[in-house]
Nanobody
Framework: QEHLAESGGGSVQAGGSLVLSCEASGVTYFASCIGWFRQPPGKEREGVAAILPDSNITFYAASVNGRFTISQDNAKNTVYLQMNSLKPEDTAMYFC?????????????????????WGQGTQVTVSS
C-alpha cells in the first residue's frame, strides 16, 4: 500500500525560507521518481522539482530554479524541498508524489498527470 506524507508547511515572510518533507512508504523508493508539485488558489497544479533517489539526479521548474533545492535521505526514504528566497507567488498547497521507473519532466518541471501516488498536501503561505 503506497503512501506519501508531506510536512513542514506554514507561513513565512517574503525572502524567508521553509523546508518541506515527504516520507514515502510502500513505494520502491530507489526505482522511483519523487516529485514536488504545487497548486495556488484557483490555479492548476504545476510541477516544482523532482529527484531520482537511485542516482540523485534532480530536476527543477524554471520558476524555482536557483531558489529551491530538492534532496533526499535514503535511510529514511524521505525527500526534502528546501525553499529559499520565497515570494508571495510561491503561496500554494504543496504536494509530494511518486511514480515508478524514472521521472517525466517538461522543461525541467515534473509532469503531474503521470505521477501515480500522491500525498495529501501541505499549505505554504508567503506574505509580502
Amino acid at each position: 500500500q503506497e503512501h506519501l506524507a508531506e510536512s513542514g508547511g506554514g507561513s513565512v515572510q517574503a525572502g524567508g525560507s521553509l523546508v518541506l518533507s515527504c516520507e514515502a512508504s510502500g513505494v520502491t523508493y530507489f526505482a522511483s521518481c519523487i516529485g514536488w508539485f504545487r497548486q495556488p488558489p484557483g490555479k492548476e497544479r504545476e510541477g516544482v522539482a523532482a529527484i531520482l533517489p537511485d542516482s540523485n539526479i534532480t530536476f527543477y521548474a524554471a520558476s524555482v530554479n536557483g531558489r529551491f533545492t530538492i534532496s533526499q535521505d535514503n535511510a529514511k526514504n524521505t525527500v526534502y524541498l528546501q525553499m529559499n528566497s520565497l515570494k508571495p507567488e510561491d503561496t500554494a498547497m504543496y504536494f509530494c508524489a511518486a511514480k515508478r521507473y524514472g521521472c517525466a519532466t517538461l522543461h525541467g518541471a515534473p509532469v503531474p498527470d503521470v505521477f501515480t501516488y500522491w500525498g495529501q498536501g501541505t499549505q505554504v503561505t508567503v506574505s509580502s
